[in-house]
C-alpha cells in the first residue's frame, strides 16, 4: 500500500497545524518515526513514536501514526487500539475510521469494518476508498447488492478506480452464481449449466 505514506504525511501537516507547540525532544522522537515510517522501517518507527507518548500521553499524532506502523506490521489490534485513542480527540476525521476499518478487516470483523467505514463516509461523502471497503465487506457478508452499489459510488467518485470495477465484477458473477444456483434447484437444467460456467471462472 504505496498510498498509505502519502496519506500518512498528509494528516501529519493537517494534524499538527491545530496542536500546541510540543519540546524539541519530543518532536525530535516524532520526527524520527515518520522519518523511519516513510523508508520501511516500521520498528524503528513505532519506538520512536511510543517514546513521543510517553512524554506526553495527549500527543494524538503520535498515536495515529503509531498505528498506521503498527498496520503495516501486521499488529492489528495494536493499530486498532491506537487508532481509537486517536479517533477519541478528533471524530470528525474520516481518515482514522477508515483506517481502523482496514485493520478490522485484516482480523475478518466486517460488521465493525462496515460501522467504521460507514462513519468515515458520514464525515466524507466523496471517500472513494471507504465506499470500496465497504462494499468489500458488504461482499464478505453475501450482501451484494450493497456491495455493487457501494462499488458504484466509488466509481462515480473517482471513474478511475481500478480495484473497484474488479470488485464489482466479481460481485456480480458472485450475485450470479447465487441466482443459477437457486434457479438449478428449482430444475431449471440450464441454470445448473451456467453455474458450472460462473464457478469455473
Given at each position: ?7 500518512t ?67 492489528h ?25 482496514l ?40 450482501r ?58
Amino acid at each position: 500500500m504505496s498510498r498509505l505514506k502519502n496519506i500518512t504525511l498528509v494528516f501529519i501537516l493537517v494534524l499538527l497545524s491545530g496542536v500546541p507547540a510540543y519540546g524539541a525532544d519530543i518532536m525530535s522522537y516524532f520526527n524520527k518515526g515518520n522519518d523511519y515510517f516513510n523508508e520501511g522501517n516500521y520498528e524503528k518507527a513505532i519506538k520512536e513514536y511510543t517514546s513521543a507518548v510517553s512524554m506526553d500521553p495527549q500527543f494524538m499524532d503520535a498515536y495515529y501514526n503509531r498505528g498506521l506502523a503498527y498496520y503495516k506490521r501486521e499488529k492489528h489490534d495494536e493499530a486498532i487500539a491506537d487508532f481509537s485513542k486517536a479517533i477519541g480527540s478528533s471524530s470528525n476525521n474520516a481518515e482514522i475510521y477508515h483506517f481502523r476499518a482496514l485493520a478490522y478487516y485484516k482480523k475478518g470483523n466486517y460488521n465493525k469494518t462496515i460501522e467504521d467505514e460507514t462513519r468515515a463516509i458520514a464525515i466524507n461523502p466523496r471517500f472513494a476508498d471507504a465506499y470500496h471497503n465497504r462494499g468489500i465487506s458488504y461482499a464478505k457478508k453475501g450482501r451484494y447488492e450493497d456491495a455493487i452499489e457501494d462499488y458504484n459510488k466509488a466509481i462515480a467518485i473517482k471513474p478511475g478506480f481500478t480495484a473497484a470495477y474488479f470488485s464489482r465484477g466479481v460481485a456480480y458473477a458472485r450475485r450470479a452464481a447465487a441466482d443459477f444456483q437457486k434457479a438449478c434447484d428449482m430444475g431449471i437444467p440450464v441454470a445448473c449449466e451456467n453455474m458450472k460456467q460462473v464457478s469455473a471462472e
